[in-house]
């Protein structure tokens, strides 16, 4: 598990990568443990169905309250930072409709209203972005996706710096929604074609476009 977050902390830039038992195990663990009481946080409205059920409904129940803006309507996002806000959620690419941010304008949003911001990287995959380098502070994957690559396992990961993913690591081992080795080996040799595959994927889809 170790050696499989070393390499997606390689592959994002990150200072450090965190392994999960599925995406959703990641998204969930994140944000109860970013997420207090009383807090608040932003989400686009293109999100994956179960983050955004999750964020809407499921964070209610603990006073945590979300506001959903427009995909790419900045101003109403800005707009919506309240002094609660202690989260700015997105994915980017979005699933489905491919729908990209522009991810250093979020990240000056972010750091202008000391919001931190979370990007859901899962379509993009560290070929052919690494939100970190444009000022994200979190990104995550459902590894169950491109990163694994095979179509035979579930993972999820998040990366970011140390001291958040020190923090993450205590939580998740609390909640307990962890990685197991054997996952993790087949998450490493998903990795190792994961360039050869993102790249031959890029080529033909602009061939089809
Ligand atoms: C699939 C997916 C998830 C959930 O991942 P699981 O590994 O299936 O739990 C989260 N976000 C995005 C963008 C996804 O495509």
């Not at 690419?93 to 491919?98: A, E, K, V």
């Given at each position: 598990v170790s050696a499989v977050e070393a390499k997606l902390a390689t592959l994002e830039g990150a200072e450090e990568a965190l392994l999960f038992a599925s995406g959703m195990a990641a998204v969930t663990t994140v944000l109860l443990s970013l997420l207090s009481s009383g807090t608040h946080l932003v989400i686009t409205d293109d999100a994956y169905r179960r983050t955004r059920q999750f964020c809407l409904n499921f964070l209610k129940r603990f006073a945590i309250e979300a506001t959903v803006v427009p995909m790419g309507d900045y101003a109403g996002l800005e707009a919506a930072i309240r002094p609660t806000t202690r989260l700015i959620v997105s994915e980017s690419?979005?699933?489905?409709?491919?729908r990209v941010l522009d991810l250093p304008r979020l990240a000056d949003i972010g750091r202008r209203h000391q919001v931190k911001t979370l990007i859901d990287s899962t379509f993009g995959t560290p070929i052919n972005q690494r939100p970190l380098n444009q000022g994200i502070d979190l990104v995550i994957h459902s590894a169950t996706k491109y990163l694994g690559g095979h179509n035979d396992l579930l993972a999820g990961v998040v990366c970011g710096n140390g001291a958040l993913m020190a923090h993450l690591r205590q939580q998740l081992w609390m909640l307990g929604a962890v990685c197991d080795p054997h996952n993790a080996f087949l998450l490493g040799r998903g990795l190792k074609t994961l360039a050869l595959r993102v790249n031959r994927q890029n080529e033909n889809g602009l061939r089809v476009a």
């Open positions: 690419p979005t699933n489905p409709y491919l």
